[in-house]
């Protein structure tokens, strides 16, 4: 069975071997124009590696894990990433590996190569999802051209390929891929052609950049638009942008670089180049009978065809569900570099003194009007950093899932998640706040008349070491009785915080967890792993992938300390309607403010474990759980389930944090817990982060665990497997 | 060894090839109990083994009393399972392999079952071993041979 075909040979094959892109490069050849030397991996190779490997077993075992309809996007993240790293730790039986290597050897010896997909059926006219599969630039080698054509079968398996798995008819038992390894062009200028302009048929759209097309496809360079008659090709109009930066063959992979004065202020085309282009793409349309999507570049003046494919109206663009916003979460490098900056620079410390001066408002010199006016402003505010949380906070924590990827392409560890270990110690600001928490309860064990003090529910004096000490907790994070949401008493919170602490101090206090690899021996791998001219490079990643860790938390916490402010405006609001005294227009005043109207549904909403009785005759007990193991280790304890924020007060020692998703407000409690069950899927969410801090068993996505479970039942989490095993009567 | 104990044990390496699952009867206080294991034999069908957890029943039941009996079979859930599909019971004493030879033993049970190198590497998956004494082979609906393996 021969493992590389020719580009003559790729018909011959058919498009069930070869894939869409392949058979479309080889009809354009056909045709008499111009595209890169091109060989194809038909899908029968792809076949026979999961046959003799058997990881398709693996593979089935991983997607069938869990329903998918049950699934978050982290979760999906989360398969794919361990389906990649499979793939790239098995390798290819060594009769195909021999004959690849030398015929890739014989086609590109050391030249620059792309890697693509080409799946059956990718580039049809019935299911274009252009980017669901991954594509590789500048690989220079057999050996990693080898392990790219890996990477590019476990797209296959890519988290953008799960979610849409239904209309790829992504079927394990049946889906193949093919790849075509492509020489490397050495664009001058690159862009694309649309055939027709999605929001005018009849026009066409021309996108150009310097450089490698890469850029544009990413996002990373904004390209000039031209916008052409569809039918004439006549130019109606061109938007040109700030040209500043174009993308080149890197070391290996793609690497950024400032353009000339002159190309700054150039159009990387001119008329007759534009009008060639759509003439092509004409071509091509006649050729397949549809509008094309095509890529270009021009080496030397020379047009090059890179790919084609038609256009269709149902790309995913089109969904009207929430994945198109998930995959947004993709970023490259370069624009996580420079939504970094933007979070580090601007938005944090935006916030951060957004807090501060709401935190110096005065509401008792306060008409009802003024107060009013204060906590609709909040509220307001709120909204708007809440806004800014979900556009910029949570696609910057995709560098964290970026570094992974990195790490693994690089060390190609058998556990996919060992790169977790060299984002941990980051000075998380929750791990700040719990150390406070951690002094204060300090205290109270080395004090034996401020432990009988505060268990006769007195507050020592405002210059007491502990009350200075409480009052500067108060003021760094906010009243945790306040902030969980209880919002009716924030002067110590009914004295839920100092429950808390009077817990805290019964045992010695938790220690961050000590154990695991040697991080100074992880990191030297990793380095290890990149060439020298890379060295720069894979230091950023990891720099990227660690503050990404950072922030991933610390943001909750800026975004907690404003919704604090809010909370305290509100708070002010309901003393004031619950005084007996106030008059009839400041009441009406207040209770026309919806966030002294509002019953929240949170706090109220039930959730009655599904169990029957069990002194009825008949009865169902959950006995084991499955979810996802996300932090190593087994404990046994009492099962806390966590409704509503003010269960987190009654928090003991020992016991197992079970809760639908760990929100900032409920980390304080994890040094008293001996493992954490979220319902929410996911390892790199926030309870997981935290619990591995404190080298906690996690699991996550342990589905229906707040209905399955029972409030104070013992329960053993083994973090290892992700198992949750309920203790149930002798038989 | 006699031809029909040959073609008996024959027969059953035969089954446990292409077999992945077996019922495991396991029990403890005098109360027993059924579960489904992944499992494999070895050359000479002296020893099978599986993986489980050691949070589960059967781990607790199979360390309270090692005496266990692994089912088996090749039915395709048709009527004519009755009299096609082979049936073979082992009885034996189960315990977790912590011998020296544990990782050649491991390797040779995930070659049947590769997909679960993860799971065994977990600290909390425990690794059995079931030193088997006596096979009961039923086919044809109700022939049953009995092999002795070990005294």
Known sequence: MKPLLKI??????????????????????????????????????????????????????????????????????????????????????????????????????????????????????????????????????????????????????????????????????????????????????????FGMNPSNSNESVIESVYGLNQALVDGDVDPDRWILSQASGKILSHIEPVRKQYAYPNTEGVGFADLSEEKNQTPPLDDQEVFQIWETGRKMEALFGRPQDMEWTFCNDQLIILQSRP??????????????????????????????????????????????????????????????????????????????????????????????????????????????????????????????????????????????????????????????????????????????????????????????LIEFAKQPPKQKHTDGPDIKLLKENYMNSFPAQKEKFAADVLHLGRESYRLRDDDNIHLGRIEARLIESVSEGQSRLSDPLISTDEQKMLAQIPALSMVSDDVSRSLEPALSDKTSKRWFKSRQIVGHPAGPGIATGKARLVKNPQDLLDFKQGDVLVCSGVDLNMTFVIPLASAVVEERGGTLIHGAIIAREYGLPCITGASQAMQLIEDGEQITIDGYLGIITCKTDEL | MDDNMKHSLKQITTLFDSQMLAVLSTQSRDQPYASLVAFAADDNLEQLFFLTPNTTRKYENLIDSPKVAILVNNSVNQADDIYNAISVTGIGTAAVVETSDKTQLLNMYLKKHPHLKGFSKAPTTAFICVAMKRYFMVNQFQNVVEIQVKS
């Open chain 1, 311 to 500: 256009i269709t109206s149902v790309g995913f663009k089109e969904s009207d569900d929430k994945r198109t916003w998930y995959l947004t979460l993709h970023r490259s490098y370069e624009n996580l570099k420079k939504l970094y900056i933007k979070i580090e620079q601007h938005l944090i410390p935006q916030m951060i003194a957004e807090a501060k001066r709401l935190g110096q408002t005065n509401f008792q010199t306060m008409t009802a009007e003024l107060l009013c006016q204060e906590i609709e402003k909040r509220q307001t505010l709120y909204d708007h950093w809440v806004k800014v949380y979900w556009a910029d906070f949570i696609p910057f924590a995709h560098g964290i899932r970026l570094f992974g990827q990195i790490y693994n392409d690089a060390v190609t560890p058998d556990d996919p998640y060992e790169f977790m270990a060299l984002l941990e110690n980051t000075g998380l600001k929750s791990m700040d706040r719990n150390r406070l928490l951690e002094r204060l309860a300090q205290m109270i064990r080395s004090n034996m008349d401020l432990k009988n003090m505060l268990e006769d529910d007195m507050i020592p004096e405002m210059d007491h070491p502990f009350r200075i000490l409480l009052d500067k907790f108060v003021e760094e994070f906010g009243d945790l009785a306040c902030t969980t949401g209880s919002g009716n008493e924030c002067q110590y919170g009914d004295n839920g915080i100092i429950r808390l």
């Open chain 1, 8 to 193: 003559e040979d790729f018909i011959n094959n058919g498009i069930d071997q070869v894939g869409g892109k392949a058979f479309c490069l080889a009809k354009i050849h056909e045709l008499g124009l111009t595209v890169p030397k091109t060989v194809c991996i038909p899908c029968r190779i792809y076949e026979n590696y999961l046959k003799h490997t058997r990881i398709k077993d693996t593979i089935l075992l991983e997607i069938n894990r869990k329903p998918f309809k049950h699934m978050r996007w982290e979760e999906i993240w989360d398969i794919s990433l361990r389906i990649r790293n499979l793939f790239l730790t098995t390798p290819i039986p060594q009769n195909i590996q021999k004959d690849l290597f030398s015929l890739v050897v014989e086609s590109f010896g050391k030249n620059p190569v792309a890697v693509r997909s080409s799946a059956p059926g990718e580039d049809n006219a019935a299911s274009s999802f252009a980017g669901l599969h991954d594509s590789f630039l500048n690989i220079i080698g057999a050996n990693n051209i080898i392990k790219h054509i890996k990477l590019v079968w476990a797209s296959l398996y890519s988290d953008a390929a799960l979610l849409y798995r239904k209309e790829l008819g992504l079927d394990i038992h049946t889906s193949q891929m093919a790849v075509v390894i492509q020489e490397l062009i050495p664009s001058d200028r690159s862009g694309i052609f």
